[in-house]
């Protein structure tokens, strides 16, 4: 089957961390983009030879999927020095198109979960689809009492990406703890939840078990063989243990 590219168009962006920028697109073909949350999508470009490549982002868009599709598709980029991909973002201005394909994937919340407890395992960009999740994981905390604990890894405070968003979470859904694992160097002023290391490290602190708890590992490839194996040990089907590895390319 023929992959079916549409344009986005730049209509928004920030710097997240000194190297990650989120960037805010519209479709503009006027199409919206009818995705699952944890899906990413594929963006299409050509190296400076004219070889056609791609790379995939997941989706971070945060949107109630009970009103249907949504309009905005935002993703969280990564910048690689002497990246192809860097480049194209870096030389992107307001108004500007590129070309994506799909959505794609299968790292989403399966709604025929019916754990007590969600362990999300993320460093770096890979917590970009617990973001895209929120609503749905505010909607589970709701209807059936589902515990959530989000372990994110970084090296320092400055990279924390989406921090705001995730502790704010925190403070408005009681069933959502959110453990920040900084591995070179903690806040100044440190919150009770903050911890010192990686989330490697830190994932024996929350027990997993066998009963009631499914794991989502996104990120470095390191750590998630490192976490899935400890899951396994923990006593976790492999079903119940969902991965996703993020591999920079230049």
Known sequence: MAIVHFPLRLVGSRMLAPSVRHLEFARDDGQPLD???????????????GTPTKRSYSLATM???????????????????????TALFEALDEGQQ????????????????????????GTGTGVTPYRAMLPRLAELIRERGVEVVLLFGCRTPQELIYGEDFRAFAAGNPGFRFVPCFSRELPDDP????????????????????EGDIAYLCGNPNMVDACFEALKTAGLPVPHIRREKYVSAK
Not at 35 to 41: A, N, T
Not at 98 to 119: E, H, K, T, V, W
Not at 191 to 210: K, M, S, T, W
Request: hydrophobic share 45%.
């Open 191 to 210: 919150a009770p939840d903050d911890r010192r290391g990686y989330v490697q490290d830190a994932l024996a602190e929350f027990a997993p078990a066998a």
């Open 35 to 49: 995705f699952i949350p944890g899906q990413f999508i594929q963006v299409h470009f050509n190296y400076a030879d």
């Open 98 to 121: 590129i070309q994506a394909s799909g959505p794609y994937g299968r790292f989403c919340l399966m709604p025929g979960d019916s754990n007590r407890r969600y362990l999300l395992i």
């Open 63 to 85: 949107h109630d999927h009970a009103l249907g599709p949504g309009e905005a598709v935002e993703m969280a980029v990564s910048y690689v020095a002497g990246g192809a991909a």
